[in-house]
C-alpha cells in the first residue's frame, strides 16, 4: 500500500465512523490500494466505486473518483448508509457494498449466492482479521515495551 494513503484512509473512516483497518481492508482487496483502479465493471479509484453510487453522493464525474479523497468519502457515506439500512452485519454490508443492497435484500438479507460476492466477502474479512491481528500484536508490545523500559522510551 502506498504509505501516503495511510493517513488519508485513517482520517476519512475516523470522520464517519467506520474503523480505519476496514477502509485499509476493502482497499486492498478491491484494487491494491491503487487510485487510478478502473474494473472491468466500470468501478472506478481506490475503492472501486461505480457512477451511480457516487451520484448518490454528489460526485457525477468519473475522473473524480480517481482523487483518493474523494473516492473514500463517497465510500465511507456508503458504507455507512448500507449499515444504516442493514444493520451492524458485516458480511451483509460487505455483500451490499459488492453487489449492491437490493441484492442483499432480495436474497432475504443474506449474502447473495454469487460467487464474486461470497470470494470478496471473505477476502475482505479475512484482510481485516490480519490487519487486526498485526494491530493487537503491535499495541501489546507497545505495552511491554513501556512496561520493562519505562522512562527510558
Request: glycine share 8%; hydrophobic share 45%.
Amino acid at each position: 500500500m502506498p504509505i501516503v494513503l495511510a493517513p488519508l484512509i485513517d482520517r476519512v473512516a475516523q470522520a464517519h465512523d467506520i474503523d480505519p483497518l476496514l477502509l485499509h481492508a476493502i482497499a486492498r482487496v478491491e484494487s491494491r490500494h491503487q487510485p487510478g483502479a478502473v474494473s472491468t465493471a466500470g468501478a472506478h479509484g481506490l475503492m472501486q466505486v461505480i457512477v451511480p453510487t457516487a451520484r448518490r453522493f454528489g460526485v457525477d464525474d468519473a475522473g473524480q473518483l480517481h482523487d483518493p479523497l474523494t473516492n473514500l468519502k463517497v465510500s465511507a457515506r456508503y458504507l455507512k448508509s448500507i449499515q444504516l439500512r442493514l444493520g451492524n452485519d458485516l458480511r451483509l454490508v460487505l455483500a451490499a457494498y459488492n453487489a449492491g443492497e437490493g441484492a442483499v435484500e432480495r436474497y432475504g438479507r443474506r449474502v447473495p449466492p454469487y460467487r464474486e460476492t461470497q470470494d470478496y466477502v471473505r477476502k475482505v474479512l479475512a484482510e481485516y482479521g490480519l490487519l487486526l491481528q498485526v494491530s493487537r500484536q503491535q499495541s501489546a508490545a507497545a505495552a511491554w515495551s513501556r512496561a520493562r523500559f519505562g522512562a527510558e522510551l
